[in-house]
T-cell receptor, first 106, second 112 residues
C-alpha cells in the first residue's frame, strides 16, 4: 500500500539549520503537509506545499519538494531550543510518517 | 476562533469495557477526522466525515469501533469492547474549505 517514511531522530546545535526528510509513495498527492507535535500536545500544522510547487518559504521554514523522487524536506533556519519537537510529514490522504524527533542542543 | 475541543483528556479502562470520546470541531468546518496515535508512531486515520456522511472508514476496525456525526457538527468515537492494543491517543481534527487541518489536544486512552 501507499506509505510515508521519515528518519526517526535528528540532533542539531542551536543556531544551526535543521533538515528533516520525508519520502512518500502516492504520486497522486496534490498537497503534502508538515506538522509539529510538542510533548503532550496535539499536532500543529506548520506548512503545506502543493504538488505543482517545488519550493515554499515561510519565515524560518523552507519546504522542498522533488516529485520525481517523491521526496519532501523541511528546513528550519537558525534552529532554536523551542523547535525541539516531533515533526511529521503527511500526504494528501492523511497518511503520516512515524515522525522525526528533533533535539536542539544549546 | 476556538480550536477543536475533545473530551475527556484522559481515560483508563479495563479490557472488554466500553469507552466513548467526544469531539467538537471548529465552527463551520465541514470535514472531521478521527485518528489513532500509538506511542512512537504517527497518527493513523480511522474515519473521515464530510458533514454527517462518512467519506473514508477503510481503516476503522468496525467489529469494535464505531463513530457518528449525527448533525454534521459534534462527533463521537466509541470502542466496544476495548482491547489492550487500543491504548493510544485518539485525535480529532477538522478542516474547512482550505487545506489547513486543525487538531484537538487528543484523548489518551489506557486499557489495562
Amino acid at each position: 500500500g501507499e506509505d510515508v517514511e521519515q528518519s526517526l531522530f535528528l540532533s542539531v546545535r542551536e543556531g544551526d539549520s535543521s533538515v528533516i526528510n520525508c519520502t512518500y509513495t502516492d504520486s497522486s498527492s496534490t498537497y503534502l503537509y508538515w506538522y509539529k507535535q510538542e510533548p503532550g500536545a496535539g499536532l500543529q500544522l506548520l506548512t503545506y506545499i502543493f504538488s505543482n510547487m517545488d519550493m515554499k518559504q515561510d519565515q524560518r521554514l523552507t519546504v522542498l519538494l522533488n516529485k520525481k523522487d517523491k521526496h519532501l524536506s523541511l528546513r528550519i533556519a537558525d534552529t532554536q531550543t523551542g523547535d525541539s519537537a516531533i515533526y511529521f510529514c503527511a500526504d494528501n490522504d492523511m497518511r503520516f510518517g512515524a515522525g522525526t524527533r528533533l533535539t536542539v542542543k544549546p | 476562533e476556538a480550536g477543536v475541543a475533545q473530551s475527556p483528556r484522559y481515560k483508563i479502562i479495563e479490557k472488554r469495557q466500553s469507552v466513548a470520546f467526544w469531539c467538537n470541531p471548529i465552527s463551520g468546518h465541514a470535514t472531521l477526522y478521527w485518528y489513532q496515535q500509538i506511542l512512537g508512531q504517527g497518527p493513523k486515520l480511522l474515519i473521515q466525515f464530510q458533514n454527517n456522511g462518512v467519506v473514508d472508514d477503510s481503516q476503522l476496525p468496525k467489529d469494535r469501533f464505531s463513530a457518528e456525526r449525527l448533525k454534521g457538527v459534534d462527533s463521537t468515537l466509541k470502542i466496544q469492547p476495548a482491547k489492550l492494543e487500543d491504548s493510544a491517543v485518539y485525535l480529532c481534527a477538522s478542516i474547512s474549505g482550505s487545506y489547513e487541518q486543525y487538531f484537538g489536544p487528543g484523548t489518551r486512552l489506557t486499557v489495562t
